[in-house]
C-alpha cells in the first residue's frame, strides 16, 4: 500500500493556502527535482533524497505531487535500491537523480547509482506515483555515467540522455528500456562550450528544443540551472543562458539541478537550494520563468514566495524560507519536524522575497533563541544597504535553545518589498532564528 504523508507546506493559522519556497516542508530534503504534467494535469516531481549532511542522496526515492502548486503531497518508498522495497537486485549503491516518463499505459523511473559497473537502469509502474518495480540495468559499454533523463517527441520517438561534464543522447527502443547503441552522439553538449556540468532534462516549445542541465559557469561551481537550445534533440546545440542561480542559498552550496515545465498556461523552472551549511540537505524550490519573444528564458532570481505573488507580512514566516543567505548563517533542523536559522554571526544576512505590505504594519515579532553573546537584529528593505524599519537586541546568558518572542515597533510602510535580516554581535554564540510576523494595530 502507498504510504502518503501530506506536506502542509502553506496552511497557515489563518486557514489560507499560498505556496513558498522550499515546496518541501521542514525534515524533508529533495533534490534534483524533474517535473512532469501527465494526462490527469497533477504536476508530479521525481527526485533525489538527502538524508544526511556528509553524501548525496540516499537509498530510496519519493515522489512530490500536486494540483496547484500550492499543496504537495508527498509519496514515500516509490522506489528503493536497499532495505524496505527493494527494486534493484544486482547492487545496494544510493541512488541519484532519476527522470520518469510516460508511454503506453506505462510509468518509467529512469534511476542511476552512485558506483558500480551498472550505473543506469529503469523500473515501471501503472502508477506516476509509483511504486517502480522490477529494476532493469540500461549498461552501455565505456560511457555508462550519472542522471539519466528521457525527452519523447512529438513522433513518439525517445530520447535518452546522460553524462557529466559532456552529454550524451542516444534513441531508445520502442521498448523503453532499451538504448539503440547505433545512434549514440557524444558531446551534444560540452562543459567547455555550454557551460554544462550534469543533470540534463529537455523540453520541446515552438519548435526549439531546451536542453536544460547544471550550469559551470559561475562561482566556479555549478551553481546555476541553464540550457541550450536546438532544432533537433539531438543537436547542434547553441548556448542560452542562465535560467536561475542558487548561490548564496546556503554556505556550504556547491551544486544545482533541476527542470523546467509548462502549468496552467505558466512555465515554471525547478530546482534545489543546499541547507546545513553543506552541499547536501537540498529542498526543492520554484519560481516562475518568462520566455522573450526569440525564444530565450528571462533569468529568474529566487524569492521566498516562489509560485504565489507576494506575501502577505502578517502571516506567520518560518525563518528557514529566506531564500539568500549571507555569511556564516544556514538554515539547520533542531527538531525533526522544524529547522531554524543559525550559526549567526556579525554582519551576516538572511532576505526574504517579497512581502506586499499594501495595508501596512507598525511592529514585528521574531521568535528567537539568545546564545551567550548578546546581538541584534536590524530589518531592512531592498537591499543589504537599504533603509531600517526597525531593529531589536537580543539578550546574552541563553542556552540557544530556549525559545522566546521578542517584539518592536517599526516604522510603518507600504508597497512590495524584500526584508533583510541584518545581524550584528560579538562571538560565535549569538542567537538563532525560528519565525516571524508583522503586526497591524
Excluded at 332 to 352: C, M, Y
Aim: hydrophobic letters at 35%; one cysteine or more; a neutral charge.
Amino acid at each position: 500500500m502507498k504510504n502518503f504523508t501530506l506536506l502542509t507546506i502553506a496552511l497557515l493559522l489563518t486557514g489560507h493556502l499560498r505556496s513558498q519556497n522550499p515546496i518541501v516542508s521542514p525534515g524533508v530534503y529533495i533534490a534534483d527535482p524533474s517535473a512532469h504534467v501527465w494526462k490527469d494535469g497533477k504536476m508530479y516531481i521525481y527526485g533525489s533524497r538527502d538524508e544526511k549532511p556528509s553524501y548525496f542522496c540516499s537509498w530510496r526515492h519519493d515522489v512530490l505531487s500536486s494540483s496547484d502548486l500550492k499543496t504537495w503531497t508527498i509519496t514515500e518508498n516509490a522506489f528503493a535500491s536497499k532495505g524496505k522495497g527493494d527494486q534493484v537486485p544486482y547492487t545496494d549503491a544510493a541512488l541519484y537523480a532519476p527522470d520518469c516518463q510516460y508511454k503506453d499505459g506505462l510509468y518509467y523511473l529512469y534511476y542511476c547509482l552512485a558506483s558500480g559497473k551498472y550505473t543506469e537502469g529503469v523500473a515501471t509502474s501503472t502508477s506516476p506515483l509509483g511504486p517502480f518495480m522490477n529494476g532493469k540495468n540500461l549498461y552501455v559499454k565505456r560511457i555508462n555515467e550519472i542522471d539519466p533523463c528521457v525527452f519523447i517527441d512529438d513522433d513518439g520517438q525517445a530520447y535518452y540522455i546522460w553524462g557529466q561534464f559532456n552529454a550524451k543522447i542516444a534513441k531508445l527502443k520502442p521498448n523503453m528500456t532499451e538504448i539503440d547503441t547505433t545512434t549514440i552522439v557524444k558531446n551534444v553538449v560540452t562543459e567547455k562550450k555550454h557551460f554544462f556540468h550534469e543533470g540534463g532534462y529537455m523540453v520541446k516549445r515552438n519548435g526549439i528544443y531546451y536542453f536544460v542541465y547544471a550550469h559551470m559557469g559561475r562561482v566556479g561551481r555549478p551553481t546555476c540551472i541553464g540550457y541550450s537550445t536546438s532544432k533537433s534533440p539531438m543537436g547542434p546545440f547553441t548556448y542560452g543562458g542562465v535560467i536561475i542561480d542558487n548561490d548564496r542559498c546556503d554556505p556550504g552550496n556547491w551544486n544545482n539541478h533541476g527542470s523546467i515545465v509548462e502549468f496552467k498556461g505558466q512555465w515554471y523552472v525547478f530546482y534545489h537550494r543546499s541547507t546545513h551549511g553543506c552541499f547536501t540537505m537540498r529542498k526543492t524550490c520554484l519560481e516562475p520563468i518568462y520566455f522573450n519573444a526569440d525564444g530565450s528564458i528571462r533569468e529568474a532570481e529566487m524569492t521566498t514566495q516562489g509560485a504565489s505573488g507576494p506575501l502577505d507580512p502578517l502571516v506567520k514566516m518560518d525563518a528557514e524560507r529566506a531564500c539568500l543567505l549571507w555569511g556564516n548563517v544556514r538554515v539547520q533542523a533542531f527538531a525533526v519536524d522544524n529547522e531554524e536559522l543559525s550559526g549567526i554571526k556579525n554582519d551576516d544576512k538572511a532576505v526574504f522575497k517579497y512581502f506586499d505590505f499594501t495595508e501596512g504594519a507598525d511592529s514585528l515579532t521574531v521568535m528567537i533563541a539568545p546564545g551567550m553573546n548578546p546581538g541584534r537584529i536590524d530589518f531592512g528593505l531592498d537591499a543589504a544597504w537599504g533603509p531600517s524599519i526597525g531593529s531589536m537586541n537580543v539578550q546574552g546568558d541563553g542556552d540557544g535553545k530556549t525559545y522566546i518572542p521578542l517584539t518592536c515597533k517599526i516604522r510603518n510602510i507600504k508597497g512590495v518589498h524584500s526584508l533583510w535580516l541584518r545581524f550584528e554581535g560579538k562571538g560565535d554564540d549569538l542567537f538563532k532564528v525560528d519565525w516571524f510576523q508583522f503586526h497591524r494595530n
